[in-house]
C-alpha cells in the first residue's frame, strides 16, 4: 500500500509518499481501506515530537473506510462495511488495522468523510464538558480555540445542554464569526483582546463555570483567571505548543479545579465506546455538525499539514487516499 511515512520528527517537510507493506489483521481486529483521513490536532503534534513506532512511522489517530479483512474472532463487523477507527497511529495510509473496539459501525447514509470526524473530537469535548467539567443546565461555558476540532464539539455540546453562555476564542474576528451558527453566545478575539478581562465583563464579573482548553501555556493561564467561583477548567491539549506553567494561586481560594483528561485512558471502555456511537448517531441525524475545511490527496500530507499549522483551518481538514 501507499502512506505518508516520515523517518524523523519535524515540519511537514518530514513526509515521503512511499510504498510500505500492508498492515496484517489480528484475530481480535480488522483492516479497513482508508476513504478519509481526519487529521487531528494531535497528529501535527506528534509529527513534531512524537515518538516513532516503526520506522518508517505512519502518523494519525483518526480514519474511516471500508472493511476489506476481519479477524477470526471478531463477530461484530464484516467485509464490505463501514466504519470509522481510531487508533495510536496508522491513519495516514491506503490501508489501516485497528482493533474492533477502536472501530465503530457508521449509519447508512452517512457520509464517511462527516463520519471521519466524530470519534475523537466529539468524544473529548463530551468529556471535557460533562464528565470531568461535570456541567450542568444554565452555566457559562468558555472553549477555548473554538474553530478547533475539539472546539467546534464543545461549542455545540455545550449549547446542546443549555449553557446560558457559550464563550469561544479563535485566533481571528473570521474565525470567531464561523462558529455562531454552532451555538456561540459571543466569540473572543485572543490575539487581540485579554480573555479573562472580556470573559469577566461579558458575565458580570462572575466568570466562566466550565472552560475547555485544548491550547495549553499562556492560554491556560487566561483560563484559569477566567474561572467563576467553583469552576472547572479541562485542560486537554497542547496546540499552543508551549510549556505548561501556570499559576495556580486562585484556585483554592475560589473552589475551583483544574482537570487533566485523556480520552485515550477511557476510550476502550464500554461508557465511552458507546458514548461515541451515540454521537456519530447524532451527527448522521443532523444533530451535531462536522465541519469540513479543505480536502488533500493523501500523497499531500505535507501540504495538508502545513495548511493547519497556519491556523486558517476552521474544523477539520481531510486526506483522501
Ligand atoms: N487529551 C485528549 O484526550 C485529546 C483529545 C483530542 C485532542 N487533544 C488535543 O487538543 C488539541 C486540539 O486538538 P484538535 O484536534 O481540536 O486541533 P485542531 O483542530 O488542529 O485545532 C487546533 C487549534 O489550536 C489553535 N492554536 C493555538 N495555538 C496554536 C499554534 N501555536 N499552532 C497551531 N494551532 C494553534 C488554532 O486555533 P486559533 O488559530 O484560532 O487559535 C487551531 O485551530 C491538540 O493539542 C490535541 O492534541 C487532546
Redesign the pocket.
Known amino acids: 500500500m501507499k502512506a505518508a511515512v516520515y523517518y524523523e520528527n519535524g515540519s511537514p517537510d518530514v513526509f515521503r509518499y512511499e510504498e510500505v507493506p500492508d498492515p496484517q489483521v489480528h484475530p481480535k481486529g480488522i483492516v479497513i481501506r482508508v476513504e478519509a483521513v481526519s487529521i487531528?490536532?494531535?497528529d501535527?503534534?506528534n509529527r513534531l515530537r512524537g515518538a516513532l513506532a516503526t520506522k518508517p512511522h505512519i502518523v494519525g489517530y483518526q480514519a474511516a473506510g471500508e472493511v476489506v479483512e476481519v479477524g477470526a474472532e471478531v463477530t461484530n463487523f464484516k467485509v464490505g462495511q463501514k466504519v470509522v477507527t481510531t487508533g495510536a497511529f496508522g491513519s495516514h495510509a491506503e490501508l489501516r488495522a485497528v482493533a474492533a473496539r477502536s472501530a465503530w459501525a457508521v449509519p447508512d447514509g452517512m457520509d464517511l468523510k462527516v463520519a471521519a470526524c466524530v470519534p475523537?473530537?466529539f468524544g473529548?469535548a463530551h468529556e471535557c464538558l460533562f464528565e470531568f467539567g461535570r456541567m450542568q443546565k444554565g452555566e457559562v461555558v468558555l472553549v477555548q480555540?473554538g474553530?478547533?476540532?475539539?472546539?467546534i464539539a464543545a461549542i455545540q455540546l455545550a449549547a446542546r445542554a443549555g449553557a446560558s453562555m457559550v464563550l469561544a476564542t479563535?485566533?481571528?474576528d473570521e474565525?470567531l464569526e464561523k462558529l455562531k451558527p454552532l451555538g456561540l453566545t459571543h466569540g473572543i478575539n485572543?490575539d487581540r483582546d485579554d480573555v479573562a478581562s472580556e470573559v469577566m465583563r461579558l458575565t458580570g464579573n462572575k466568570g466562566a463555570d466550565v472552560i475547555v482548553d485544548?491550547?495549553g501555556g499562556a492560554?491556560l493561564q487566561s483560563s484559569i483567571n477566567s474561572l467563576a467561583y467553583r469552576g472547572r477548567v479541562s485542560m486537554?491539549?497542547?496546540?499552543?505548543?508551549e510549556p505548561m506553567k501556570v499559576d495556580v494561586s486562585t484556585m483554592m481560594g475560589g473552589n475551583r479545579s483544574l482537570s487533566g483528561?485523556?480520552?485515550?485512558a477511557e476510550i476502550g471502555t464500554d461508557r465511552v465506546y458507546n458514548l461515541i456511537q451515540g454521537l456519530i448517531e447524532d451527527v448522521a441525524k443532523g444533530e451535531l455538525k462536522v465541519i469540513l475545511d479543505r480536502q488533500f490527496k493523501l500523497s499531500e500530507a505535507a501540504a495538508a499539514h502545513r495548511f493547519?499549522?497556519s491556523?486558517q483551518?476552521v474544523g477539520?481538514v481531510l486526506l483522501v487516499p
Open positions: 487531528e490536532g494531535g501535527t503534534l475523537i473530537p473529548t480555540a474553530a478547533s476540532g475539539v472546539g479563535a485566533s481571528s474565525r485572543y485544548p491550547v492560554v486537554v491539549g497542547a496546540a499552543g505548543r483528561v485523556f480520552l485515550g493547519i499549522e491556523r483551518a477539520r
